[in-house]
């Protein structure tokens, strides 16, 4: 691929690579910011990729750099934008827009690589597998981020959390039978 098909190509993906970036960033300055780094490592490495694996090697671009950048700035004490409450502005929101700023804002507070999984997995629509492979993490670790991922939104959105699943436990024997349960299995 060539410089033409570089600047093609990003014209065609930068706005869907964009709200992927923000839905992973939470914060649309930032994302613009992750954008223009992920753009420069995409042209550096340009010549090397194939076009078969390029969404895949943005997507991974995008998620670590988010997760990263996210990690640096809680090591610095920052916190990040907050969506403003819109509510006695005098600006009107309909339901479906405050539902989506809801989401937005719920998503912010998951945990960075867990909300690159969910965005990724969710809103990206890709498999356990093609997840991985973008965050290079094990499918095993896709799969526990996105549950816990998953838990975290639910808990920010006010949501009641579902336990993870486990069987049903055994009732345990108790006295008289309890001694002859544990006597059949001294033999």
Not at 58 to 67: D, G, K, N, P, W
Not at 116 to 127: K, M, Q
Not at 148 to 175: F, H, K, N, S, Y
Request: hydrophobic residues 40%; glycine residues 6%.
């Amino acid at each position: 691929m060539d410089r033409h098909d570089f600047t093609r190509v990003v014209r065609e993906r930068a706005v869907p690579w964009r709200r992927v970036t923000f839905l992973i960033c939470g914060d649309w300055g930032r994302a613009e910011d992750l954008m223009q780094v992920v753009l420069i490592r995409l042209y550096r490495q340009w010549h090397r990729i194939d076009e078969n694996g390029l969404e895949a090697y943005v997507r991974r671009i995008i998620s670590r750099l988010a997760v990263d950048e996210a990690q640096r700035a809680a090591r610095r004490g920052e916190v990040l934008g907050e969506v403003p409450d819109l509510a006695g502005t005098g600006v009107a929101v309909d339901e479906a827009v405050s539902g989506v700023l809801d989401v937005r804002a719920a998503l912010r507070k998951v945990p960075p690589r867990q909300r690159a999984v969910l965005v990724l997995r969710f809103y990206d629509e890709l498999t356990v597998a093609e997840t991985a492979t973008a965050l290079r993490i094990s499918q095993g670790t896709v799969k526990s981020q996105s549950a816990r991922g998953l838990q975290a939104l639910q808990t920010a959105l006010g949501l009641p959390v579902e336990p993870d699943w486990a069987p049903p436990a055994r009732p345990r024997p108790t006295g008289h039978t309890e001694r002859r349960h544990t006597e059949r299995l001294r033999g």
